[in-house]
């Protein structure tokens, strides 16, 4: 990227047609497949090497999950945040997953048949916003909580999970509205977000805020603009709610 070169790569049978999730270490992660029966890969475009992980239907909660969309690919997709690897080198990797619909936190080791689901005897399920490996420890801000260290189980070796509250994070702005003579609303800081980001062997925190810009509206235009946010704040709730029951 540094010398402005594009590469173009031919992709194999197995992952073509596949939707790219994102990357880690060097591989790139495509899920194809059905709803119910997703396939993740990991594939490295520069050796061409590539791996299947364990299904996602070995998760108890991945097969309660249901979407809303039409798209059979937006509906297989809909509900994985991120997936993380700890290492270029498969034969010594963990990967990490975590879900937007199900409060779930997942790991496997390349040969796994399964994904193992991190639990706590008599808690609640727990909902991560972000995760990213540092140095063999793998780093998890939950919503709410207070920091903890726990040790992993896994097929044939141990992880160290440190979890960070969400609730700590600083917000520096509050949302803030304002509206020129052309009748354009701007909507500062609607959305902050926060990103785990490994650098130099150190785990930072790195807030992205979002603005809104909406041209050409009046009073009716605000309104339905209001009403859209009130009905998403309501189904987030409702979420929120099914989940404590559960």
Same mark, same amino acid.
């Given at each position: 990227?540094?010398?402005?070169?594009?590469?173009?790569? +031919?992709?194999?049978?197995?992952?073509?047609?596949g939707?790219?999730?994102?990357?880690?270490?060097?591989?790139?992660?495509?899920?194809?497949?059905?709803?119910?029966?997703?396939k993740?890969?990991?594939?490295?475009?520069?050796?061409?090497?590539?791996?299947?992980?364990?299904s996602?239907?070995?998760?108890?909660?991945?097969?309660?999950?249901?979407?809303?969309?039409?798209?059979?690919?937006?509906r297989?997709?809909?509900?994985?945040? +991120?997936?993380?690897?700890?290492?270029? +080198?498969?034969?010594?990797?963990?990967?990490?997953?975590?879900?937007?619909?199900?409060?779930?936190?997942?790991?496997?080791?390349?040969?796994?048949?399964?994904?193992?689901?991190?639990?706590?005897?008599?808690?609640?399920?727990?909902?991560?916003?972000?995760?990213?490996?540092?140095?063999?420890?793998?780093?998890?801000?939950e919503?709410?909580?207070?920091?903890?260290?726990?040790?992993?189980?896994?097929?044939n070796?141990?992880?160290?999970?440190?979890?960070?509250p969400?609730?700590?994070?600083?917000?520096?702005?509050?949302?803030?509205?304002?509206?020129?003579?052309s009748?354009?609303?701007?909507?500062?800081?609607v959305?902050?977000?926060?990103?785990?980001?490994?650098?130099d062997?150190e785990?930072?925190?790195?807030?992205?805020s979002?603005?809104?810009?909406?041209?050409?509206?009046?009073?009716?235009?605000?309104?339905?603009?209001?009403?859209?946010?009130?009905? +998403?704040?309501?189904?987030?709730?409702?979420?929120?709610?099914k989940?404590?029951?559960?």
């Amino acid at each position: 990227m540094s010398e402005g070169a594009v590469h173009n790569f +031919k992709l194999p049978k197995t992952v073509k047609g596949g939707l790219c999730m994102g990357s880690s270490q060097g591989w790139l992660i495509v899920i194809k497949g059905s709803e119910r029966d997703p396939k993740v890969f990991l594939y490295n475009p520069f050796s061409g090497s590539q791996y299947r992980l364990p299904s996602f239907t070995t998760i108890p909660s991945f097969l309660e999950t249901e979407s809303s969309s039409r798209d059979p690919i937006c509906r297989l997709t809909s509900s994985i945040h +991120k997936i993380v690897l700890s290492s270029p +080198k498969l034969d010594e990797c963990i990967v990490a997953a975590t879900f937007l619909d199900c409060p779930v936190l997942a790991f496997c080791q390349p040969g796994d048949r399964e994904w193992s689901v991190f639990e706590e005897l008599n808690e609640q399920p727990r909902d991560f916003l972000e995760i990213e490996f540092c140095q063999d420890t793998l780093y998890a801000v939950e919503v709410e909580g207070d920091f903890a260290t726990y040790t992993v189980e896994l097929t044939n070796r141990k992880l160290i999970l440190k979890i960070i509250p969400g609730s700590r994070f600083p917000i520096n702005n509050l949302p803030e509205e304002v509206v020129d003579e052309s009748d354009t609303v701007i909507m500062k800081d609607v959305t902050q977000t926060f990103h785990l980001v490994e650098s130099d062997g150190e785990i930072l925190i790195v807030q992205s805020s979002v603005d809104f810009l909406i041209t050409g509206i009046g009073e009716e235009g605000e309104d339905e603009v209001q009403e859209e946010e009130e009905k +998403k704040k309501r189904k987030r709730k409702r979420k929120r709610k099914k989940r404590k029951r559960k």
